[in-house]
């Protein structure tokens, strides 16, 4: 069917087809596959080269994010590190600078290492972004909404200036998932995912994606895919393929609960700035709006001293304080000691992570429960 609904692809947008009707994808728990004879395959030879249930997973978020192709990766770092394999010693990559901790410090430390040249920007700041461009540039890295700080970038923008460039628009995806943000439509190159986030959605497990807008670069790709070799499993594939049947429900429900807690963090004295791309105060409401259909469910709040931060992790009963985000469950995540705890610390104050800043991945809970949760920790 053309044109189906998203929410209606995080169910039928690939089925595997099943000759006995299953309607839950199996799990190909198979290492290797068996010839029916000499120079004959049944088009499976070994997992690591394809799996029935990944490639079901892979054609799933292919259709999500209007990609020719997608593949799937034991983790988004492994996702991450696989697309840096793309480009050589002395290849310039230009990467927002509020990244996913773990990025940055894939950039920093395995990327440079290994001869690339990395410049941090904010790329909200087009013209900035721009002026960094240079004759061996060959990717912009952006993260929006970018973590921990929600800054937005308009990747529309950012495709005008590369057009034309031998310059690959790479967006990290994460926070928004297809479902509020497609960016292959708005000029993208690569589609990032930690599926570990959103897209299983249950925490229980950990995934990656790239999603690809041109078959030619999705074959490269896949070469250093099956070489390198982390690819998902056939179990957490099938998890994945489940969480994103629900994709919709969650994702709604998680912002529904995440512009209701903005509002009462906004009436606590003791918050003294609230993050989140979904209140009409923030700098980037406008190009939200045009660029994306939702806003999501992470909010990162700054209170009045590191004492009232570690009141709230230490005092939370129903919210857990724990790394990670996309989960049904609602989790507070103290950056400064958790996913940036490697950065150095003037580059974190520089980004405007301080022992003040924590961050909430709502989940779906009844909301009243999780305000009075924050109300009573906070007392
Ligand atoms: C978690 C995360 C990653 C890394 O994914 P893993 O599955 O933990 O390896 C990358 N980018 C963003 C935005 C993330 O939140």
Do not use: W
């Amino acid at each position: 069917m053309k044109n189906m609904k998203i929410s209606t692809k995080c169910l039928h947008g690939f089925r595997y087809q099943s000759a006995e009707g299953a309607v839950a994808t199996p799990i190909f728990q198979s290492a290797t596959f068996a010839h029916p004879a000499i120079g004959q395959s049944t088009g499976y030879d070994y997992s690591r080269l394809q799996n029935p249930t990944r490639e079901t997973v892979e054609n799933l978020l292919a259709s999500l994010e209007n990609a020719a192709e997608a593949l799937a990766f034991s983790t988004g770092m492994a996702a991450l590190t696989t697309l840096m394999e793309l480009f050589s010693p002395d290849d310039h990559i230009i990467a927002t600078s509020d990244l996913y901790g773990g990025s940055i410090r894939l950039f920093q430390h395995i990327s440079q290492k290994n001869g690339l040249q990395i410049d941090f920007v904010d790329t909200s700041n087009i013209a900035a972004t721009q002026n960094l461009i240079k004759p061996n540039t060959r990717a912009i890295f952006v993260e929006t909404p970018t973590n921990p700080m929600m800054n937005v970038t308009d990747i529309s923008a950012i495709k005008n200036i590369v057009k034309g460039q031998n310059i690959l628009l790479i967006v990290d995806n994460t926070f928004l998932t297809p479902y509020f943000q497609q960016p292959l439509l708005l000029g993208a190159d690569i589609v990032l995912h930690s599926g570990t986030k959103y897209l299983s959605g249950h925490n229980d497990t950990l995934a990656g994606f790239l999603a690809v807008s041109e078959p030619q670069l999705c074959e490269r790709l896949k070469f250093i895919h099956k070489t390198t070799g982390a690819c998902l499993s056939p179990f957490d594939s099938f998890l994945v393929i489940r969480g994103i049947k629900t994709l919709g429900l969650r994702m709604d429900k998680s912002q529904e609960n995440a512009i209701k807690l903005a509002d009462y963090l906004q009436t606590l004295s003791m918050v003294k700035k609230v993050f989140f791309v979904g209140l009409k105060t923030h700098p980037s409401y406008e190009i939200s709006q045009r660029q994306s259909s939702g806003f999501g469910a992470m909010i990162s709040f700054e209170v009045d001293c590191q004492a009232t931060a570690h009141k709230l992790l230490n005092n939370v009963k129903i919210i857990q304080f724990a790394e990670s985000l996309g989960g049904v469950e609602t989790l507070i995540t103290y950056p400064t000691t958790q996913t940036h705890a490697d950065v150095p610390p003037a580059d974190r104050a520089a980004r405007g992570i301080n022992d003040r800043l924590l961050r909430l991945s709502v989940g779906i809970e009844n909301v009243d429960d999780l305000i009075e949760d924050l109300s009573q920790a906070i007392k």
